[in-house]
């Protein structure tokens, strides 16, 4: 079974800091990992996706996430936070060979001015 | 080229009766998924259709359906309608289906189950 643990269900920064939203998942195969974000009243949005290659996934909006093996993490980045970022960000995993994702509970990213 | 449209954004139903939710693709996308998203179960998958064949389905009971017609347009259909099924139901659509490939989310149909 795969499952994913988002850490902190609230993170708030100030503009211009470094954005950490931590990812843990549980597989017992090789994943497929992908982080969303939900802006009020909208669908997902895709940020940035691991399936295989490149640990270190550079995303949209400067966002970047790096797949960690051992520690079964992939945690998402961005060196300076900005107004806009404000949102709920959602990582998911998949394991399977149909398109069923597995998220997290959220974490809500607020950017203090 | 257009997103993934639902129809209607919201709605309200009052328990026990059903409801069906419409979810045009991507053009050209073959796959359709749809999730259901509550504040206490957080995104859940419902089920997916990928050339009008469902390929997955989640753990929800039966009174959930949804079928997939030859333009790759989807519905979903709850029947009996609970008051713990309000909750946004995304819908989400894939060129492909396959743990790797890049899912398109809708903005939701809001259904509220009075």
């Known amino acids: 079974a795969q499952s994913v643990t988002q850490l902190g269900s609230h993170v708030s920064v100030s503009e211009g800091a470094l954005v950490l939203l931590r990812c843990n998942y549980s597989?017992?195969?090789?994943?497929?990992l992908f982080w969303y974000v939900q802006y009020p009243n909208q669908g997902l949005q895709l940020l940035l996706k691991?399936?295989?290659?490149?640990?270190l996934v550079k995303g949209i909006n400067g966002f970047e996430a790096e797949f960690k093996k051992s520690e079964t993490s992939f945690h998402l980045t961005k060196p300076s936070a900005h107004m806009s970022d404000a949102a709920e960000y959602f990582c998911a995993v998949s394991v399977t060979g149909a398109n069923n994702l597995f998220f997290g509970t959220g974490t809500r990213l607020t950017v203090i001015p | 080229k257009a997103g993934v449209t639902q129809t209607p954004r919201y709605l309200i139903k009052t328990r026990g009766q059903q409801v069906t939710l419409s979810c045009s693709p991507i053009?050209?996308?073959?796959?359709v998924s749809w999730y259901q998203q509550t504040p206490g179960q957080g995104l859940q998958f419902l089920f997916e259709y990928f050339s009008e064949t469902q390929r997955n389905k989640g753990n929800f009971p039966g009174r959930f359906s949804g079928r997939q017609f030859s333009n790759s347009r989807s519905e979903m259909n709850v029947s009996t309608l609970e008051l713990g099924d309000s909750a946004l139901y995304l819908c989400?659509?894939?060129?492909?289906?396959?743990?790797?490939?890049?899912?398109?989310f809708g903005p939701g149909t809001r259904l509220t189950v009075t």
């Open positions: 597989s017992s195969v090789p994943p497929y």
């Open positions: 053009s050209g996308h073959r796959s």
């Open positions: 691991y399936t295989t290659g490149a640990t």
């Open positions: 989400a659509s894939s060129s492909l289906t396959g743990a790797a490939s890049e899912q398109y």
